[in-house]
């Protein structure tokens, strides 16, 4: 199995800027890609951003390509997801996830899910 294991969520004004942080332990070796995924009140999950452990290979959807940055550091076996411009809109729990095989948006695919960290923006 692998663990995760969120943190850095927080209440920001829309403009400003967090910086939230997944750490992976357990068999890491078996993950070939992390992704973040979010969930709003009332609305399904979905899709943030995605990178490749090899590599490097980012993803992102369009909602937060250019305002969102996803980065890996394999020696310490985290992700991280660097959130700039925050809108109202990104308020939402946001997740990290770890796929075998996949690297893509279909949160189906992840075998692994972390517990979650909420992400409030104000306007």
């Known amino acids: 199995q692998v663990h995760l294991v969120e943190s850095g969520g927080g209440l920001v004004q829309a403009g400003g800027s967090l910086r939230l942080s997944c750490a992976a332990s357990g068999r890491t070796f078996s993950s070939y890609a992390m992704g973040w995924f979010r969930q709003a009140p009332g609305k399904d999950r979905e899709f943030v951003a995605t990178v490749v452990w090899i590599g490097g290979n980012t993803f992102y959807s369009d909602s937060v390509k250019d305002r969102f940055t996803i980065s890996r550091d394999n020696a310490k076996n985290t992700v991280s997801l660097q959130m700039n411009s925050l809108k109202p809109e990104d308020t939402a729990v946001y997740y990290c996830?770890?796929?075998?095989?996949?690297?893509?948006?279909?949160?189906?695919?992840?075998?692994?899910w972390g517990q979650g960290t909420q992400v409030s923006v104000s306007s």
């Open positions: 996830a770890s796929s075998s095989r996949y690297r893509g948006s279909d949160d189906g695919w992840y075998e692994y």
